[in-house]
Antibody, heavy 119, light 106 residues
Framework: EVQLLESGGGLIQPGGSLRLSCVGS????????MAWVRQAPGKGLEWVSNIRGGGDLIEYADSVKGRFTISRDNSENTLYLQMSSLRVEDTAVYYC????????????WGQGTLVTVSS | DIQMTQSPSSLSASVGDGVTITCRTSQSINIYLNWYQQKPGKAPKLLIYAASSLQSGVPSRFSGSGSGTDFTLSISSLQPEDFATYYCQQYDTAPTFGQGTRLEIK
């Protein structure tokens, strides 16, 4: 069974930094693209970033480009999202999602971790 | 970026009804379109991929169609567990989601 477990969320002041982690199990982690998708309170889904299995292709939404960095450690089956220069509008539940091979077809999701940016 | 327009934004229906949700993209995406279901407080669940392929384990009352810029998600004979919010997502380029359709019980 595929499982994705996020951690690292919390309350952070504007301008601060935070690192999210997502540990995957039940599948060959290095064979699949992984992504972060967020959802602000009461709002819809917003894709944030994705990274291919080998880390060779990385994409970011314009809203986070230059502030967020996605990475992965395939030896630890772990996906990361380093977030810096955080803004109030970054407040959201952040989901880790598994792609299907290299495709950004998200067939499994974590339970989400809440990031609250507030002074 | 490819823009997604989902309609309607909300919909009321009764158990046993059939409903259709549409998704239009700002440029052609071939068939690179997925549909997700999300219930309150839960992660999204993939229902349909590549416009019309049913994800494993998803009931056959869900179906998808379309190509190019116009897509539909249809649910036949609504069940109580189908009342949720539905999102389309394109993956021809960097992913984008539609704004969602909230399906409510009439």
């Amino acid at each position: 069974e595929v499982q994705l477990l996020e951690s690292g969320g919390g309350l952070i002041q504007p301008g601060g930094s935070l690192r999210l982690s997502c540990v995957g199990s039940g599948f060959t982690f290095s064979n699949h693209a992984m992504a972060w998708v967020r959802q602000a309170p009461g709002k819809g889904l917003e894709w944030v970033s994705n990274i291919r299995g080998g880390g060779d292709l990385i994409e970011y939404a314009d809203s986070v480009k230059g502030r967020f960095t996605i990475s992965r450690d395939n030896s630890e089956n772990t996906l990361y999202l380093q977030m810096s220069s955080l803004r109030v509008e970054d407040t959201a539940v952040y989901y880790c999602a598994k792609g299907y091979g290299s495709q950004t077809r998200f067939d499994s999701w974590g339970q989400g971790t809440l990031v609250t940016v507030s002074s | 970026d490819i823009q997604m327009t989902q309609s309607p934004s909300s919909l009321s229906a009764s158990v046993g009804d059939g409903v259709t949700i549409t998704c239009r993209t700002s440029q052609s995406i071939n068939i690179y379109l997925n549909w997700y279901q999300q219930k309150p407080g839960k992660a999204p669940k993939l229902l349909i991929y590549a416009a019309s392929s049913l994800q494993s384990g998803v009931p056959s009352r869900f179906s998808g169609s379309g190509s190019g810029t116009d897509f539909t998600l249809s649910i036949s004979s609504l069940q109580p567990e189908d009342f949720a919010t539905y999102y389309c997502q394109q993956y021809d380029t960097a992913p984008t989601f539609g704004q969602g359709t909230r399906l409510e019980i009439k």
